[in-house]
């Protein structure tokens, strides 16, 4: 999908101005779709990382930590604050690997997928009505834009995911 395929020559000049525009509307763009999970996070002394590590679980049931690190893209200390305050919480459960019982294996409680549901709800509303709104060519534009800005091994990661891998 990140070939260059498909047309793109005449992308390749774009102005500087035309490409700022594209940078500050994507800064208000993600405002816009994170102001949502902020608000609901706001009152459980829980941020974005929070957030993320959460989406993450749920996607991929049973994920070690080190597999989320890898996902995440942030430190040991960090993700370990995260987890940490979210099984204190009870919102994830951390299950000791049945091969190797060095690995934690990460699930969502059933407190841990109610938060995730009306996290992801708000970001789907808010998806569905912009995909709405764009256009089915401007939907398929819009995500290969995205693929080609992630550097090559996110890209790998993201469409393992995207595969239904973890």
Do not use: W
């Not at 395929?5 to 940078?23: V, Y």
């Not at 779709?33 to 706001?42: K, N, Q």
């Not at 060095?102 to 997928?113: C, D, I, S």
């Amino acid at each position: 999908m990140v070939d260059g395929a498909g047309g793109g020559e005449g992308l390749l000049f774009l102005t500087d101005e035309q490409l700022r525009k594209g940078i500050e509307a994507m800064f208000f763009a993600y405002r816009g779709f994170t102001a949502d999970p902020d608000r609901i996070l706001e009152g459980m002394d829980y941020g974005r990382a929070h957030h993320r590590a959460i989406h993450f679980i749920h996607r991929s049931p049973g994920t070690t930590v080190s597999n989320l690190l890898t996902i995440l893209g942030v430190t040991k200390q960090s993700l370990n604050r995260v987890l940490r305050s979210l099984v204190e919480d009870g919102l994830v459960e951390a299950r000791v690997g049945r091969a190797d019982k060095r690995e934690r294996h990460l699930y969502l409680t059933a407190k841990g997928a109610e938060l995730e549901r009306a996290l992801s709800d708000a970001q789907r509303a808010r998806m569905r009505a912009a995909y709405r709104a764009a256009g089915p060519a401007a939907v398929a534009g819009f995500r290969t834009v995205l693929e080609a800005m992630m550097d090559p091994e996110m890209r790998r990661q993201f469409q393992g995911l995207r595969d239904g891998g973890a």
